[in-house]
């Protein structure tokens, strides 16, 4: 964004302090949060529920559910996202382990080819150079 450009065109460092004493300032913090990004779809939602409940009050309209279909169709939803989401983070998580194991593998055949690479010379340097590059 354009708020976070240091003077020479780069992004500026902003250091995230935390005090494990005060959980107050960690929840309210601007900086870092969603909360000046979901603060206005709250304001609305809090104006949309106190607008419903007066016009229910005052015999206007009763725009109020009563049956169970919301909650149950929320539930579907919420389940849904749960699973999503656990099943997005199994997967990064393979992600990572499968290039995990690439690397080991790249590092167990670089030591193999030290090693085939350097057989023909059987100094005591090469055997330690060989014990270093394979054990390191």
């Known amino acids: 964004t354009k708020g976070n450009k240091g003077k020479g065109g780069g992004y500026r460092v ?61 539930g579907l939803l919420v389940s849904f996202l749960i699973v999503s989401r656990s099943q997005i983070s199994y997967d990064r998580f393979m992600r990572y382990r499968r290039h995990l194991a690439e690397c080991y593998l790249a590092c167990r055949e670089l030591s193999q080819h030290a090693t085939v690479f350097s057989m023909t010379e059987q100094t005591e340097a090469a055997a330690w150079w060989r014990q270093e590059v394979c054990y390191r």
């Open 14 to 74: 902003h250091r995230v302090s935390y005090t494990p004493h005060s959980h107050v300032n960690v929840i309210f913090r601007m900086y870092g949060s969603a909360y000046p990004q979901v603060l206005p779809f709250v304001v609305a939602n809090v104006l949309w529920t106190l607008l419903i409940y007066i016009l229910k009050v005052r015999d206007v309209a009763d725009l109020t559910f009563h049956s169970s279909t919301g909650h149950s169709f929320m």
